[in-house]
Nanobody
Framework: QVQLVESGGGFVQPGGSLRLSCEASGSIFSVYVMGWYRQAPGKQRELVASITNVGRTNYGDSVKGRFTISRANAKNTVYLQMNSLKPEDTAVYFC??????????????WGQGTQVTVSS
């Protein structure tokens, strides 16, 4: 089984910064992509950022220029640096991992989520 452990969420004022971390462990065969999604009350879950095994990144339109995703090459770990935070960034942030596996189709795994609140 695969576990994703997230950390770094919290309360921050508008314009402030937070750094989220996600570390994966367990029976991982080969990671294709890891990323961050978020879901606010009354809203659909949306992609925040993702990064592939070769370092290709993708960002949601609402966070481009403000958020940066990165990874530790030797570890199944990703980070999300969030700058210039806005109240509309308030949400539960989920870490996700796609594992290619040795047999069968790829599998997706999700963390428990960490709360980010941006408010005065």
């Amino acid at each position: 089984q695969v576990q994703l452990v997230e950390s770094g969420g919290g309360f921050v004022q508008p314009g402030g910064s937070l750094r989220l971390s996600c570390e994966a462990s367990g029976s991982i065969f080969s990671v294709y992509v890891m990323g961050w999604y978020r879901q606010a009350p009354g809203k659909q879950r949306e992609l925040v950022a993702s990064i592939t095994n070769v370092g290709r990144t993708n960002y949601g339109d609402s966070v481009k220029g403000r958020f940066t995703i990165s990874r530790a090459n030797a570890k199944n770990t990703v980070y999300l640096q969030m700058n210039s935070l806005k109240p509309e960034d308030t949400a539960v942030y989920f870490c996700a991992l796609n594992d290619l596996t040795m047999y069968g189709p790829p599998r997706d795994y999700w963390g428990q989520g960490t709360q980010v609140t941006v408010s005065s």
